[in-house]
Structures are given as C-alpha cells and as structure tokens.
C-alpha cells in the first residue's frame, strides 16, 4: 500500500491553523497513524487508528479522514511543533509510511 | 519505564553481516508485537519488519526478504535482526519499536542504532 502525503515542505506562523494530509492506495479501514520526528530523535507516535490522540500528546493535534484520505490537523501552531511528520498505515504489512512532511516555523 | 536500547550497528562491508539487538525493559515483552523500522541518511521512515509475541509470524518489507531475519528472545526481553547480504542501501539508523494493541501504532521507539555499509 503506497502512502502519499502532502505537502512535503511547509512553513507557517506561530498560532497558524496547519493541515497536513496523506492518501493511501486502497481503502486501509481507518488503520492510519500519524508521527512527529524532530532531527536526530526517534519517532513519536502522535495520532493512532486515524484520530485517537496519544497519551501526553497536546490537544492542538488532531487526526481525521476514512478510507484513503487523512489529515493530521495542528490547530494552533506552537515553535516546539516544528518537526517532520510521517502517516502510517497499519491496515496490511508492509506497514508503509508516507515520505514525510517537514513543517517550519516563520 | 519503557525502555528500548538497540545495539549492534556498524561499519560493515558490501555482502557481510550483522546482528542487531533491542533490548526491552519496562513492560511485558512477552505480550506484544515487536518492530524494526530504519531510516537512511536525510531520508523518511521506512518499515522492515515485525513479529508477534510468541515469534510464530513474521513480515518482512521485499527489499529485506530473503536477507533479513526477525527473531526474539523473551527469556531475555530481547529482539534481533539478523542482516545478511547487506548493500549499500541498507545504510540507516535502525530503530526497533513496541507496537501497541489493536493495531495502534508503534507507541515506543529505541534510539536507533547506526549501520553502514560500505567499503
């Protein structure tokens, strides 16, 4: 299952309302998470099964969508929000990730 | 405290070897799935592989098949990947991490650990 996401570069303002969204090749039953990974960090799960907010995760992140189309959604950007973000699907293995969304601050 | 400390990244050379290790403290081992997911130099995540609990299922991303192996020790709260036949695409930070219940993403991740692969 191919993941795609879009943008793949973004910049925005503190206090922005930022979406990011990720489309899967074939419909993966809500099975999408999302990840936020800061240079030189492991991964963190931020969103898990499309929209269930990770324990200790702010509740500025959001996650939506359903069968092919998601969106991850920063509802007031925050300077310790810049990071890349990764979707991924835990519908069928390979459990693929999308190539990633590197968000800046101005 | 979960705890996921990986070892055995290398400098290794074109068709060699190696073994890496994740060491798991902090929760049941037993109980969960396991993953490895690797990351090359300035490149995204990618998925390699996974295991069930009892080490009786296994899943390989195709660019490992046939050359990588997922295994575990739960007596030792331990996972490997044994990596063989290895080229230079094999070059990343190999993270292993906890895959939470019910396909609920992978909650707890290592630090990773180096391989190169190179002459």
């Known amino acids: 299952i191919q993941m795609t996401q879009s943008p793949s570069s973004l910049s925005a303002s503190v206090g922005d309302r930022v979406t990011i969204t990720c489309r899967a090749s074939q419909s993966i039953n809500n099975y999408l998470n999302w990840y936020q990974q800061k240079p030189g960090k492991a991964p963190k799960l931020l969103i898990y099964?499309?929209?269930s907010l990770q324990s200790g995760v702010p509740s500025r992140f959001s996650g939506s969508g359903s069968g092919t189309d998601f969106t991850l959604t920063i509802s007031s950007l925050q300077p310790e929000d810049s990071a890349t973000y990764y979707c991924?699907?835990?519908?069928?293995?390979?459990?693929?990730f999308g190539q990633g969304s590197k968000l800046e601050i101005k | 405290e979960v705890q996921l400390v990986e070892s055995g990244g290398d400098l290794v050379q074109p068709g060699g070897s190696l073994r890496l290790s994740c060491a798991a403290s902090?929760?049941?081992?037993?109980?969960?799935?396991m993953s490895w997911v690797r990351q090359a130099p300035g490149k995204g995540l990618e998925w390699v592989a996974n295991?069930?609990?009892?080490?009786?299922?296994?899943y390989y991303v195709d660019s490992v098949k046939g050359r990588f192996t997922i295994s575990r020790d739960n007596g030792k709260n331990s996972l490997y990947l044994q990596m063989n036949s290895l080229s230079a695409e094999d070059t990343a930070v190999y993270y292993c991490?906890?895959?939470?219940?019910?396909?609920?993403?992978?909650?707890?991740w290592g630090q990773g650990t180096l391989v190169t692969v190179s002459s």
């Open positions: 295991i069930n609990q009892d080490g009786s299922e296994k």
């Open positions: 991490a906890r895959d939470a219940p019910r396909s609920a993403g992978s909650d707890y």
């Open positions: 991924q699907q835990y519908y069928r293995t390979p459990n693929s």
């Open positions: 902090g929760f049941t081992f037993s109980s969960d799935w």
């Open positions: 099964v499309t929209s």
